[in-house]
């Protein structure tokens, strides 16, 4: 573990949470199997998580390569100019938990122009967000983000509400 606390970023996309997503919002998909596919992604999650923890992530990794050949004065290598990298390290939504005793919001910005940031701090009985876009990018909509963020965290309490 990191003395100050991770230095990376914790990358939530996976396989797994694609499969529960498409399988969330599909109407002829078993409220068990929907229940069966949000476990393997909260799992996949925790590992992705855990490895972050442990120093195992790759952005770190990828600056310290990048600065080291700076600082040697040696090219730096290919992979930073290729266009693949270019969109992996495009963070059109950045997240973060901002867990405070008090019943508080935070914020912060969006990394990028047309992106979005969401801070949360969860309580006992709720949770607050704040969601942020730069007014420059017609493309982002801070409003209409929260709206779908309310939506679907109404149609997953449903979900996860047991059965009588």
Request: charged share 20%; proline share 5%.
């Amino acid at each position: 573990m990191f003395r100050k606390g991770r230095t990376d970023y914790i990358r939530s996309p996976s396989s797994q949470m694609l499969k529960f997503i498409l399988a969330f919002v599909d109407p002829s998909v078993s409220r068990e199997a929907k229940l069966q596919l949000l476990t393997e992604a909260i799992d996949a999650y925790s590992a992705l998580t855990n490895q972050v923890l442990k120093g195992h992530g790759i952005d770190r990794h990828l600056l310290g390569l990048k600065l080291q050949a700076i600082e040697e004065g040696l090219s730096v290598p290919k992979i930073f100019m290729d266009t693949a990298y270019g969109l992996a390290t495009h963070w059109k939504l950045r997240t973060g938990q901002v867990p405070a005793n008090t019943d508080s919001v935070m914020c912060f910005g969006p990394l990028v122009p047309d992106g979005y940031a969401i801070c949360y701090n969860p309580q006992s009985d709720h949770v607050h967000f704040s969601i942020t876009a730069f007014n420059c990018c017609e493309e982002t909509n801070a409003e209409t983000l929260g709206v779908a963020v309310r939506e679907t965290l109404c149609q997953l309490h449903e979900l996860l509400e047991p059965t009588v």
